[in-house]
């Protein structure tokens, strides 16, 4: 019989998840459907394969709901159409004469087949039974249907009737009648969506952005999940179940809590959604206990973590606020998400399969026939989908979509899960934020593997390290600008002299002295006299606004401000200023000693602890900050980026960002401290072709640009043998793909707050976003969520800096010193942590 001849029983809507379903159907007709599912049960005995059909025939005659063909096209609405018959889908497979193990693979390639084939949800019935036969009293039967008919609490019902109706021959007079799923939906029909609409809105207010573990769209084709099985023995389910119950507690409530606690740390977020699937069969309609069809539904649970409630208390709350949603699970998921505004909220389910199954009839011998194994196979779109049963033996089952969460990471999410439960039963009273999630060994690799940075760097100040430096290499050149040259020799004598007319005029450790002078060998003296005397010293930039240069000299107050002639008077009102190009200056120096200046010289011996310099952040967060940084970190600088960089005494460092900006202390010191050459310029032969011309004549091998001059230069803009060091702000993917092409590339990374880097990459390639790398010898780098715990791999968090590097604080605001300077607590030794506000994920 014809589709159009069939005759027609009845019109029904479709229940919420039906509407779910069909559109997942429906969105992809050429990809695999997952909610294809299926049920394989192994059957021994002698089996009488025309009576089983005749059962399987009187199934559908018995539920209307398995008669159901799916419309949609030119409907304003989908529905299903019940038909008042279908023809039975089956086949009978005979595997009998082959040996044991290739019968058990050609009956698992066909059930397989099966399972992949798509069902059209116009054509039913959407059900289809094949009867493998494994030998004489073997034989298997594969029940695979489209999820859109029934639920896994029909699945046992569905089974029950099978087994009677072929115990009777087919006959479907020795069974009860039952009541149809149309009575279902006509009482969902009558429920009030006003109200649900309300609870649902007021359940989920405030709710930011959407629950998702897996990066980019998730929603894309999906694929047949993989899945991680695993479970409680039979002693931890007693002493979880027994909690539960002393609690008041629900065992629903206690999967669902300790999926948040480990989706919360997934995601690096607080306040989390995942679905879960409720029964949908209302108490108040009689004989919705027995009713073949989909009832379920699948909602959104929130919750929200607080750090200092107790995992009991948390769960507790939790079942309290899913109470007061039971009289609204009707609402479809669709709806509830539309409330909300954010689009899918989540990307991962959890099930609770509390099924009322009698094992114990379905496994009754049956016409001599006994079911002797069962196994079901269904999946859902989500990235991760968590199913638990209960039993003597509390049993998990995480299915995971393989193109966005691997094998491994599927398996340290559910050993995650289990320390949940086992925490809950040791200790919980515990506060949710001191849950410990990660295994000794993630653990150990993310605080201690990947910062095992330390290393034995040369000790001392920086002007020690420079004089060891230029006794090494006196005649070597220090500084090339344009046509001069400033051997090592000389530049430390011209820099001897001039510390000592600072020391005579009072400066020494602890002072400031700022510096406003032109990029100039002028310029590279003067810092480093400033440090010989001991005194940090406060570079500015002479193209600043004059109103932030004011502001830099009024918070700073320095003790001195060394400049030139030309530019006194357009400086502001301040401190002395001493012009280091005057005659009389000059003079002066002239009479001074070249000798390197030692503690016996200076005001105050120096110390590595004592400020080298302070740079002031941009103010793009607030008024700016002057970062004080001592000289203790600069050792470690140098040894990290001389490694990562390449750079030794054949080197040329282009110096090219602004003084006033902390690259320039990386730019002068990793040269300067290792025998490289630093290469100087005026600010106008640093942009557009001249840039380049800089770069080729003075043969400049190291260059540190941030990503935005890079973006506009051309592409022929770099020798092939400069190494390029990207800095400053993010490098997009596409910047690394040109520019890494034909050279070594590296993007580093570090806020002012540490002494100028703390990680870098390796050479970078490809069209990717670029790592910010590892961390530099002596610094540790952490990612840590609002409690400070490590975020597991790959998980978001804000990223912390520890190590030698670290800045002292900010000049003269103890108070945002102590609030973003904190106390390390993994180091044990009373160091601290400086707080990038910076997100950032490891990856692996």
């Not at 006959?171 to 149809?180: E, I, K, N, W």
């Not at 230029?470 to 600008?481: E, G, L």
């Not at 793009?620 to 980026?641: C, D, I, N, R």
């Not at 602004?658 to 005026?682: I, N, Q, Y």
Request: aromatic share 6%.
């Amino acid at each position: 019989m014809s589709r159009q001849q069939t005759p027609i029983e009845d019109i029904l809507p479709l229940s919420p998840l039906q509407e779910g379903l069909l559109f997942h159907n429906v969105f992809d007709e050429d990809a695999q459907d997952v909610y294809v599912a299926q049920m394989i049960l192994d059957l021994e005995g002698r089996l009488d394969g025309a009576v089983l059909r005749r059962a399987a025939e009187g199934l559908l005659r018995r539920h209307a709901a398995l008669r159901a063909a799916l419309r949609y096209e030119r409907l304003s609405r989908p529905a299903q159409v019940i038909m008042r018959e279908v023809p039975l889908p089956w086949r009978e497979i005979d595997l009998t004469g082959l040996p044991e193990a290739e019968a058990e693979s050609a009956a698992r390639r066909a059930a397989d087949e099966d399972r992949t084939r798509r069902f059209d949800l116009r054509r039913p019935p959407l059900v289809r039974f094949t009867l493998l036969r494994l030998g004489s009293t073997r034989h298997r039967l594969v029940l695979t249907n489209h999820h859109i008919l029934w639920d896994g609490w029909s699945l046992p019902l569905v089974l029950r009737d099978l087994l009677k109706l072929y115990a009777d021959g087919g006959d479907p007079r020795g069974l009860p009648s039952v009541r149809p799923y149309r009575d279902y939906l006509g009482w969902l029909a009558g429920q009030d969506a006003d109200a649900a609409r309300a609870a649902w809105r007021e359940a989920l207010a405030g709710l930011e952005e959407p629950t998702r573990i897996a990066p980019g769209d998730s929603s894309r084709t999906p694929t047949i999940p993989q899945q991680v099985r695993f479970g409680l023995s039979a002693e931890r389910t007693a002493a979880l179940t027994e909690h539960a119950r002393s609690r008041g507690l629900t065992l629903n409530t206690v999967v669902e809590g300790a999926w948040a606690v480990v989706l919360s740390r997934l995601t690096g977020r607080d306040d989390v959604v995942f679905g879960i699937t409720v029964s949908g069969r209302p108490p108040e309609l009689d004989g919705a206990e027995s009713m073949v069809g989909l009832f379920i539904n699948t909602l959104p649970l929130r919750a929200r973590l607080r750090h200092a409630e107790p995992l009991a208390g948390m769960l507790a709350r939790i079942q309290e606020e899913q109470a007061a949603l039971l009289a609204h699970h009707h609402l479809g998921l669709p709806e509830v998400q539309k409330l909300v505004g954010l689009g899918e909220l989540f990307d991962t389910s959890m099930v609770f399969e509390n099924y009322p199954v009698d094992v114990a009839e379905l496994t009754r011998p049956v016409a001599a026939l006994q079911v002797t194994g069962a196994e079901g196979r269904d999946a859902s779109h989500y990235a991760l989908g968590l199913v638990a049963v209960p039993g003597d033996e509390l049993r998990f089952r995480l299915d995971h979509r393989s193109d966005l969460v691997t094998e491994e990471q599927a398996q340290t999410v559910a050993e995650r899960f289990l320390r949940v439960l086992d925490a809950l039963v040791a200790d919980p009273d515990q506060p949710v934020g001191r849950l410990e999630l990660l295994s000794p060994t993630e653990r150990d690799r993310l605080l201690g593997e990947w910062n095992a940075t330390a290393r034995e760097v040369p000790g001392g100040h920086i002007p020690a390290l420079f004089e060891a430096q230029a006794a090494r290499t006196p005649d070597a050149p220090a500084i090339v600008f344009g046509e001069t040259v400033l051997s090592y020799a000389e530049l430390n004598a011209r820099a001897n002299r001039l510390a000592r007319h600072l020391i005579q005029r009072g400066i020494g450790a602890e002072d400031v002295v700022a510096t406003a002078l032109p990029r100039s060998p002028e310029l590279v003296v003067a810092l480093l006299a400033v440090l010989k005397a001991g005194a940090a010293h406060l570079p500015l930039d002479l193209g600043y606004p004059a109103e932030r240069i004011g502001f830099m000299l009024r918070d700073a107050a320095p003790g001195l401000l060394l400049t030139t002639t030309d530019q006194v008077s357009s400086l502001p009102d301040g401190p002395p200023l001493l012009a280091v190009d005057d005659q009389e200056t000059l003079q002066i120096l002239a009479g001074r000693s070249g000798v390197d200046v030692t503690d016996a010289d200076r005001v105050r011996p120096l110390l590595p602890a004592h400020p080298a310099y302070v740079v002031y952040t941009s103010g793009s967060t607030g008024l700016p900050k002057g970062v004080v940084v001592s000289h203790a970190g600069v050792p470690s600088l140098v040894a990290g980026q001389v490694d990562g960089f390449g750079i030794d005494r054949d080197s040329r460092v282009l110096q090219f960002a602004s003084p006033s900006f902390d690259a320039a202390v990386s730019e002068l010191w990793t040269a300067l401290l290792s025998g490289a050459c630093v290469v100087l310029a005026p600010a106008r032969r640093l942009l557009g072709p001249a840039l380049t011309e800089e770069i080729r004549e003075r043969g400049v091998t190291h260059v540190t640009l941030p990503p935005a001059v890079l973006r506009v230069l051309p592409q022929d803009a770099l020798p092939p043998d400069v190494t390029l060091i990207v800095a400053g702000e993010a490098c997009a993917g596409d910047l690394v793909e040109t520019w890494s092409a034909n050279r070594r590339m590296i993007n580093a990374y570090g806020p002012t707050e540490s002494t100028v880097c703390a990680s870098m990459s390796g050479p970078l390639f490809g069209g990717d976003p670029p790592p910010i790398g590892r961390p530099i010898a002596n610094t540790r780098v952490y990612i840590l969520d609002d409690a400070l715990r490590p975020t597991p791999l790959g998980v978001e968090g804000e990223l912390y800096v520890a190590g030698s590097g670290l800045a002292r604080g900010y000049l003269r605001r103890p108070g945002l010193s102590a609030e973003r300077f904190v106390a390390d607590p993994f180091a044990g030794d009373g160091s601290r942590l400086y707080r990038t506000g910076d997100r950032a994920r490891w990856t692996s």
